[in-house]
């Protein structure tokens, strides 16, 4: 049964920087893309960042441009989302997403198949 289950969550300061992880077990997912979604209390879930099977291609949120990276290592089934310079208004469960359809960056959350359970970023201002 496929899984994917996030890390490197927290509480930092503005201005600070997290790294989340992503791993994936179960099935590989080394051919499809993937993606980091967030969703603060009373919004929806947002896209963060995508990115292609290779890596090669990635999308960004405007909001997150600039100080977020997403990135893959496919030998590792592992996603990973870089943040920052983070801002009061990053704080969010942060989830990955795996999808079994694209291997394009896909930045609309029901396109993927596969979720994490999340993990809490609280950024103090």
């Known amino acids: 049964q496929a899984q994917l289950v996030e890390s490197g969550g927290g509480l930092v300061q503005a201005g600070g920087s997290l790294r989340l992880s992503c791993a994936a077990s179960?099935?590989?997912?080394?051919?499809?893309?993937m993606g980091w979604f967030r969703q603060a209390p009373g919004k929806e879930r947002d896209v963060v960042a995508a990115?292609?099977?290779?890596?090669?291609?990635?999308y960004y949120a405007d909001s997150v441009k600039g100080r977020f990276t997403i990135s893959r290592v496919n030998a590792k089934n592992t996603l990973y989302l870089q943040m920052n310079s983070l801002k009061p208004e990053d704080t969010a469960v942060y989830y990955c997403?795996?999808?079994?359809?694209?291997?394009?960056?896909?930045?609309?959350?029901?396109?993927?198949?596969?979720w994490g359970q999340g993990t809490q970023v609280t950024v103090s201002s």
């Open positions: 179960g099935r590989s997912f080394s051919r499809y893309a």
């Open positions: 990115i292609s099977w290779s890596g090669r291609s990635t």
């Open positions: 997403a795996a999808s079994s359809t694209y291997t394009s960056p896909i930045p609309i959350p029901r396109e993927y198949d596969y």
